[in-house]
């Protein structure tokens, strides 16, 4: 593809488009990766997508973590 192509009114009204849709411009605008951007912000839009599903785990994970050393370092303040 030539830089004229590349950078023609087709090219981008095809970006403005994905940009409207996705919330952000895709690099590759082939048909492939647009069907995989376009199936990733659907996944992202419902509770199906595993970054929502699990992060509740992670959260308390990073709680468990945190809270004995947290509590070793005020304990003097409570005797």
Same mark, same amino acid.
């Given at each position: 593809?030539?830089? #004229?192509?590349?950078?023609?009114?087709? !090219? &981008?009204? @095809? =970006?403005?488009? @994905?940009?409207?849709? @996705?919330?952000?411009?895709? $690099?590759? +605008?082939?048909? &492939? #990766?647009?069907?995989?951007?376009?199936?990733? $912000? $659907?996944? &992202?839009? !419902?509770?199906?997508?595993?970054?929502? &599903?699990? $992060?509740? @785990? !992670?959260? +308390?994970?990073?709680?468990?973590? #945190?809270?004995?050393?947290? =509590?070793?370092?005020?304990?003097? +303040?409570?005797?």
């Amino acid at each position: 593809m030539s830089t #004229s192509a590349a950078n023609g009114p087709e !090219t &981008k009204r @095809l =970006r403005a488009e @994905l940009a409207a849709e @996705l919330g952000w411009y895709p $690099a590759d +605008l082939d048909d &492939k #990766s647009i069907a995989r951007h376009r199936a990733d $912000a $659907a996944r &992202k839009q !419902t509770d199906h997508d595993p970054a929502k &599903k699990w $992060a509740h @785990l !992670t959260e +308390l994970a990073r709680q468990r973590e #945190s809270r004995p050393p947290g =509590r070793a370092a005020v304990a003097d +303040l409570y005797e």
